[in-house]
């Protein structure tokens, strides 16, 4: 089990703007070490120290491919991260609980009821609504 000095270390690792930068650009598909230092306009050693770190939280995963290393988002990390983020979360909304798409229609003919019956209580009284 993860203790929470742990997890103070992983969040601290994408709290650096440089390295959220990186989580930014990687979003887009993935880059080598040189097409990130050219858009961040940062030495590519500071590049692949940043990448050690996001690779060692496992945000970040690394694929060789001939004389290059092409990086990319490692999904699941990111998300075990927003889940961790959740857990701790005050508003209590449960944000991360997955989509039950069922429910989402339900939810969406609900709505659209009620908005047909709104607009219909409109119509009949431009000066008084009454809703029944």
Do not use: H
């Not at 997890?7 to 994408?14: N, Q, S």
């Not at 440089?18 to 306009?41: D, N």
């Not at 991360?96 to 989402?104: E, I, K, M, N, R």
């Not at 229609?105 to 009454?130: C, D, F, M």
């Amino acid at each position: 089990m993860e203790t929470t000095k742990t997890k103070a270390e992983r969040f601290k690792i994408i709290a650096g703007d440089t390295r959220l930068a990186i989580i930014e650009y990687l979003k887009e598909g993935s880059k080598t070490v040189g097409e990130l230092a050219k858009v961040l306009s940062i030495s590519q050693p500071s590049v692949s120290q940043n990448l050690r770190l996001l690779k060692a939280a496992g945000i970040v995963q690394s694929q060789k491919n001939g004389n290059w290393v092409n990086y990319s988002i490692q999904l699941e990390g990111l998300m075990e991260l927003q889940r961790e983020l959740s857990n701790i979360c005050f508003c209590g909304c449960d944000c991360y609980q997955p989509v039950d798409q069922t429910a989402l229609e339900t939810y969406k003919g609900q709505l659209e009821a009620e908005l047909t019956r709104v607009n219909k209580a409109l119509v009949r009284s431009p000066g008084k609504v009454e809703f029944t």
